[in-house]
């Protein structure tokens, strides 16, 4: 799917910082915790099998069964602690490195910048990762163009324009408040939408599984069909969902629909869709095409 970036993610790390950082500090603590948890039972190993006897006496269970009770809990106690040190490094390397590098794939989906005179970053999550790589490619290409970043929280929008300022392309770059399932845009508007691990967010507060929840997800991509342009291209990099923006983008008639092999980010599975709006209307289901590699 494309080159990694060779850019040192401590630099970017540095531009970006990372939002959420409660999640990778709760983590964190959990991890300490249960690996602190483990050397006790090391230490106090045949302690700890005497109070397993006791307690399992009462219950007239085999006394020989206190020692397997006992060894059980530690060796769970110990694999906590490495899957919750796991997930706190994937929660890191997904907020920070692999975003970067994504954006970049995501960027290199769309195979002309040069024609391309408005774009669209859809949630502009996190401090505008995808829509600063969105810019530097249209001030690579000389272009006059500009990339619109959409946000709920104008408390992020300030924050995409400072790093976006730090990147050099804050001429590039401007930012918006509103609602993904109700664009404050005008159909046929932007020549590329794009949008990275927001869109599973639309309408998590009927929660993530529910009917209600899904309506609101495909609302909002048929939103971002109705504000691109015909001929216009989508690259949507997303978790969970990915089956159900198929789905809605085949019933829309787009064209050219791809999708990426897996990546994992946020323990969960993520793919890359990208998509094409018809110059005019045909009729017939739209191919889906799999493993798609850039």
Avoid at 31 to 52: E, H, K, M, Q, R
Avoid at 72 to 89: E, Q
Wanted: hydrophobic letters at 45%; aromatic letters at 10%.
């Amino acid at each position: 799917m494309g080159k990694s970036t060779s850019r040192d993610w401590t630099q970017i790390y540095a531009i970006y910082g990372m939002d959420q950082w409660q999640t990778l500090i709760f983590l964190l603590c959990q991890a300490i915790l249960f690996s602190i948890l483990s050397v006790l039972y090391l230490l106090y190993f045949n302690p700890i099998c005497s109070f397993f006897e006791r307690l399992l006496s009462i219950a007239a269970v085999p006394s020989g069964s206190a020692r397997f009770a006992a060894g059980f809990t530690g060796s769970v106690t110990a694999l906590s602690a490495l899957c919750l040190f796991f997930a706190a490094a994937n929660f890191f390397y997904s907020s920070v490195p692999l975003h970067y590098d994504m954006a970049q794939r995501i960027v290199s989906a769309v195979s002309d910048w040069s024609s391309v005179k408005v774009a669209l970053d859809l949630g502009c999550c996190g401090r505008g990762i995808l829509l600063n790589a969105v810019a530097t490619q249209l001030k690579k290409e000389g272009s006059s163009g500009r990339v619109v970043g959409l946000d709920r929280s104008k408390r992020t929008t300030l924050s995409t324009l400072r790093s976006a300022k730090m990147e050099g392309v804050g001429e590039y770059v401007t930012c918006r408040e509103g609602d993904a399932r109700r664009l404050p845009f005008a159909d046929d508007y932007f020549d590329v939408v794009v949008s990275g691990v927001f869109v599973h967010t639309v309408g998590k507060e009927y929660g993530h599984r529910t009917a209600e929840a899904s309506a609101e997800r495909m609302r909002a991509v048929g939103e971002v069909v109705r504000v691109m342009k015909p001929g216009g291209v989508g690259v949507v990099w997303d978790l969970l969902h990915v089956p159900e923006y198929v789905r809605r983008l085949q019933e829309l008639k787009m064209e050219d629909i791809r999708v990426s092999e897996r990546v994992t980010a946020f323990m969960v599975s993520s793919h890359i869709v990208s998509f094409r709006k018809p110059r005019q209307h045909v009729g017939g289901p739209p191919e889906v095409r799999l493993d798609w590699r850039l």
